[in-house]
């Protein structure tokens, strides 16, 4: 790098808000700041750059990352030195906003532009400008192949498959903040996921906002279930997972490539939002809750012990009591193993963000109450039916609370914590449930 030694011995420090997507665009951003010879620091007291790669998907996180760049003000002003860098989708949604409330950050890039980041510290580590920082935000460049990543030590590895997203639910940004859908090509797909294993990573989680739609802009003809197959057979990976599923895109391929492929763990993630069709319809993720239980009750014939997770949003616009009461419905009738559940929140630019009728706060409140509660029955009763059975678990490393002990994640994606050793890492073993909790279980292996 032309302008590296400006910066040797210089430090970073990244904090990651949100979702999966996010962890793994952080592994890209320390990845080039490696590039430019930063190193790592323990706090954001003892960086020369501060990044905070953000998340604009609801309301709390986005407070969470004011109030940390509230924090900042002071570190600026005593040392005028340090860099701050916004990243993700409030970057990307809401440049103006961080302007203002955090006139002093340096520079903000959307998550389709992270390829210039090195640029942009170059340009501007030393020369503070006072016309405010410098930004990136252009959602419709397509992420270049290539840029390095330095994932933190482990077993288990992410990898992007598509880019972006093209459904534009009613309430949900990542459309605006990480632009239309883009594949990347199965070739570059198979490269990443033979490097992660030339490194020591066992499993790989692929990543999209739909994963189903994998291949739709591709010319090669490949799907989803053909990517899983190829990346099935590279050596040395031993399990394989993916998320997002999305409901209306969910193929019976995909279903009979889950019960052919082994290194494909058994468990769907397939966001439901809601069990009433008319809020469905105004959600726009459409398909209905009849479909929905079908490609369940489907899924269930092609793999008799699939683990369903899923995302609930209650007190969408509009929504009714009785409406609500469907949702919940929905939960016992599917029997999710997890579910996320989430309180809607009005996001800019959002067509629901529009729409009247909105749910008051203490409804909102109360619902998500009642969900949760039902929810967490349904996922502590599915464990406990399990107890006594022998899941497959791979070792991700010493149980940090529980000494002598590790975790690890059955193929249904349930934490396991059981007496062993840090030198299982990494290896399949095979336990027994012993009991049951909301999370996962305690065993022992046999
Ligand atoms: N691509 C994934 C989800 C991305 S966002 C999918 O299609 O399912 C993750 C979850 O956040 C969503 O599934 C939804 O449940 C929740 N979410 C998104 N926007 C929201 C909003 N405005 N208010 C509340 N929850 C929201
Ligand atoms: Fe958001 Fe819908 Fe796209 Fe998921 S599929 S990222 S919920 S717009």
């Known amino acids: 790098m032309l302008y590296s030694h400006t910066v040797m011995g210089s430090r970073y420090y990244i904090e ?30 003892d960086a020369d750059l501060i990044i905070f790669n953000t998340c604009a998907v609801r309301e709390k996180p986005q407070q969470k990352v004011f109030s940390r760049l509230g924090n900042l003000r002071a570190v600026k002003q005593q040392r005028p030195d340090v860099l701050i860098v916004v990243c993700g989708c409030m970057a990307q949604i809401i440049p103006q906003q961080i302007v203002q409330r ?23 580590v030393g020369h503070q400008s006072p016309d405010g920082p410098l930004v990136r935000t252009d959602a419709t460049v397509t992420i270049p192949e290539g840029l390095p990543a330095s994932r933190p030590r482990g077993v288990s590895a992410y990898v992007n498959v598509t880019y972006g997203c093209n459904n534009f639910c009613a309430y949900c940004v990542v459309p605006y903040a990480r632009g239309p859908e883009v594949s990347r090509k199965m070739d570059d ?50 399990r394989i997972r993916f998320t997002t599923s999305h409901p209306k895109d969910c193929s019976e391929k995909l279903l009979a490539a889950i019960r052919d492929l082994p290194k494909v763990c058994e468990h769907l993630h397939l966001p439901l939002q809601s069990g009433d069709d008319e809020v469905l319809r105004r959600m726009r993720r459409g398909y209905t809750f009849a479909h929905y239980k079908h490609l369940v009750t489907t899924a269930r014939q092609y793999v008799p012990d699939i683990a369903f997770t899923t995302d609930l949003i209650v007190g969408f616009p509009g929504e009714t009591e009785e409406q609500f009461s469907r949702t919940l419905d929905a939960c016992r009738e599917i029997g999710f193993d997890q579910a996320f559940m989430f309180k809607y929140n009005d996001r800019p630019g959002t067509a629901a963000a529009e729409m009247p009728d909105k749910v008051p706060e203490q409804v909102k409140q109360s619902r998500l109450e009642r969900l949760v509660a039902l929810q967490n029955e349904i996922s502590r009763q599915k464990n406990e039916a399990l107890v006594g059975e022998i899941f497959e678990v791979l070792v991700e490393g010493p149980d940090p609370k529980a000494a002598g002990h590790v975790r690890g994640r059955t193929r249904h994606n349930k934490l396991m914590i059981f007496p062993g050793e840090g030198q299982w890492q990494g290896k399949l073993v095979e336990v027994r449930a012993e009991k049951a909790f909301l999370w996962g279980f305690k065993g022992r292996r046999v």
């Open 16 to 45: 990651t808000f949100g979702c999966q997507m996010n962890e793994r665009d952080s592994e890209t951003i320390r990845g080039l700041l490696e590039g430019l010879h930063y190193a790592p620091a323990d706090s954001a007291q």
């Open 102 to 124: 955090a006139p002093f950050v340096d520079i903000i890039v959307g998550p389709r532009n992270l390829g210039e980041l090195p640029h942009l510290i170059m340009e501007r």
């Open 189 to 238: 797909i198979l490269n990443e996921v033979r490097r992660i294993v030339a490194q020591g990573y066992v499993e790989v989680t692929l990543l999209g906002q739909n994963v189903n739609s994998y291949g739709h802009d591709l010319d090669d003809g490949h799907d989803f279930a053909d990517l899983l197959e190829a990346v099935d057979a590279v050596e040395g990976i031993q």
